[in-house]
């Protein structure tokens, strides 16, 4: 006789991941063919500045100081041309922004903590180290506090004229202040002393994570009848800046300095406007 066939169990198919996996692969080619090239410029800047700011730390290892104070000045110019050419071209996104906080916080906060270690405050050795953290710190928290206001929608009164406390690149070159000095004084050696370069580095984070209004200058409308005047005063600073750029960036970062009591009134006469 034959033997029985045994009776396998019945299993129920599951549905294997692979079938869905091909679907996301073609969405997700789908959103990647779909890319305006006009989206590549915007990141393309932010990449330039993130490159700068990191190849001023190489500099500062090989003790090239100018080099290394320069590419953070490129890095900002950089970071300023990004978010403008986004809104020129209309091609912001949210990962521009996020790319953007990320290169800031390199470029702004870690590679000038590093450089003026390197260049001033190695002497203090571990106290030195900890004052190049707090302003890099202070940098992180700043980016934190602006994506969090950007993505919740509660920008505050007059944010399209003021920031809220010093921005990151400004922060950046305010604090490399002293080494600017440095290399352009290098017989004086005042501006490399580890105190000076510790103080400026407290203050300057202190002031980018605290809420006292500052011009941004992003929309600022001249009238007409002042333009050439304000055109010759551009191009004196930019003829400075070939000579002597050292003394002139010193000069032009102070006097942003000295502008905060103006700042901080004309945001009040917004505010009682509001009122």
């Given at each position: 006789?034959?033997e029985?066939?045994?009776?396998r ?5 599951i ?5 869905r996996?091909p ?12 890319v305006?090239?006009?989206?590549i410029?915007p990141n393309?800047?932010t ?12 500099f500062a ?20 041309m ?8 209309n ?7 996020e790319?953007?906080s ?8 870690v590679?000038p ?13 571990g ?11 202070c940098i992180?928290?700043?980016l934190?506090?602006f994506?969090?206001?950007s993505?919740?929608?509660?920008e505050?009164?007059?944010?399209e004229?003021?920031?809220?406390g ?8 305010l ?11 290098q017989?004086w050696?005042?501006w ?5 370069n510790?103080v ?21 409308q001249?009238e007409?009848k002042?333009?050439?005047?304000v055109?010759?005063g551009l ?6 800046l070939?000579a002597?750029?050292?003394i ?19 945001y ?5 406007k509001?009122?």
């Amino acid at each position: 006789m034959n033997e029985p066939k045994k009776l396998r169990p019945k299993v129920k198919a599951i549905p294997l991941l692979s079938k869905r996996l091909p679907e996301r692969f073609r969405a997700t080619r789908e959103r990647m063919s779909n890319v305006n090239i006009a989206l590549i410029f915007p990141n393309l800047a932010t990449i330039l500045a993130l490159c700068m700011g990191l190849s001023a730390v190489r500099f500062a290892l090989q003790e090239r100081w100018e080099f290394a104070v320069g590419a953070i000045f490129l890095a900002a110019l950089f970071d300023g041309m990004d978010g403008r050419l986004a809104r020129l071209l209309n091609a912001t996104s949210r990962f521009g922004a996020e790319l953007d906080s990320l290169s800031d916080f390199i470029s702004f906060g870690v590679s000038p903590a590093i450089v003026i270690y390197l260049k001033s405050l190695h002497d203090w050795q571990g106290l030195g180290w900890l004052f190049c953290l707090y302003f890099s710190v202070c940098i992180a928290l700043r980016l934190a506090r602006f994506n969090t206001i950007s993505i919740e929608g509660r920008e505050p009164v007059g944010a399209e004229n003021f920031f809220n406390g010093c921005n990151a690149p400004s922060a950046a070159i305010l604090a490399l202040i002293p080494t600017m000095l440095d290399i352009e004084f290098q017989s004086w050696n005042l501006w490399s002393s580890a105190l000076i370069n510790a103080v400026f580095l407290f203050g300057i984070g202190s002031l980018a994570i605290s809420v006292i209004p500052m011009f941004s200058f992003k929309k600022v409308q001249i009238e007409r009848k002042y333009f050439p005047f304000v055109l010759v005063g551009l191009t004196f600073v930019a003829g400075a800046l070939f000579a002597t750029p050292w003394i002139t960036l010193s000069i032009v970062m102070f006097a942003y300095l000295m502008t905060i009591p103006f700042s901080i009134k004309a945001y009040k006469n917004i505010g009682q406007k509001q009122d």
